[in-house]
């Protein structure tokens, strides 16, 4: 089955410091590609919808100049959590899809902001 | 706004017993998803429902997608000790993103 990686899978950082999260599709091409934020045992809010080559869609209330999203080819899509606060700590999980059918999860990234 | 609600939040059933879960959208969908969460995993898909009625099974799961395209449920028949986690309905209202449930979590006694 499709499979989709995201690294790293956990990170604690300082408060003011910018993290990268790398989110790629091992063995398939994605046309698009979700970045979701999921809060401990809540759901899982959709942040942007990302496609290859062109600017991320953010969705209402994300600050899309904290979250820069780059997708750069068809297996690969970046989240950056710019000067990150402890209100940013959460569960990021992507997800892939190919035209817009069912979408295949990453393991997910815990980011701890300190 | 277009939103999803699932009803329980919780479920706790004795194994062997049967488990539901229901999902209701505020405005008609293009097609709904349903997805499992194991603790401290991630969403892995189980089935979509495209059409008005369709009733899917899966073994011991029955997916239905009702008349209006607005609501659907999740059957567990015989719960197990592996159908531990929380269940998601994910709604597409035809703009292709997903607008997720607010998620069933489901407990087996053993």
């Known amino acids: 089955g499709a499979v989709v990686s995201q690294h790293p899978s956990r990170v604690i950082c300082k408060s003011g410091t910018s993290v990268k999260i790398e989110c790629r599709s091992l063995d398939f091409q994605a046309t698009t590609m979700f970045w979701y934020r999921q809060f401990p045992k809540q759901s899982l809010m959709l942040m942007a919808t990302?496609?290859?080559?062109?600017?991320?869609?953010?969705e209402q209330g994300v600050e899309k100049d904290k979250f820069l999203i780059n997708h750069a080819s068809l297996t690969l899509s970046t989240l950056t959590v710019t000067s990150a606060h402890p209100e940013d700590s959460s569960f990021y999980i992507c997800?892939?899809?190919?035209?817009?059918?069912?979408?295949?999860f990453g393991p997910g990234t815990r980011l701890t902001v300190l | 706004g277009q939103q999803v609600m699932q009803i329980p939040q919780y479920q706790h059933v004795q194994e062997g017993e049967d488990f539901t879960t229901y999902c209701n959208s505020s405005?008609?969908?293009?097609?709904i998803q349903w997805y499992k969460q194991r603790p401290g995993g991630h969403p892995v898909f189980l089935i979509q429902?495209?059409?008005?009625?369709e009733v899917k099974k899966q073994k011991r799961l029955t997916f239905q997608f009702g008349e209006a395209k607005k609501n659907s449920s999740l059957h567990i028949t015989a719960t197990q000790t592996t159908d531990v986690g929380t269940y998601f309905c994910?709604?597409?209202?035809?703009?292709?993103?997903?607008?997720f449930g607010t998620g069933t979590r489901l407990t087996i006694i053993p």
């Open positions: 994910a709604g597409d209202f035809g703009n292709e993103k997903l607008t």
């Open positions: 429902l495209v059409k008005s009625g």
């Open positions: 990302s496609n290859e080559g062109s600017k991320a869609t953010y």
């Open positions: 997800s892939a899809s190919v035209a817009y059918n069912e979408q295949f």
């Open positions: 405005t008609t969908l293009s097609n």
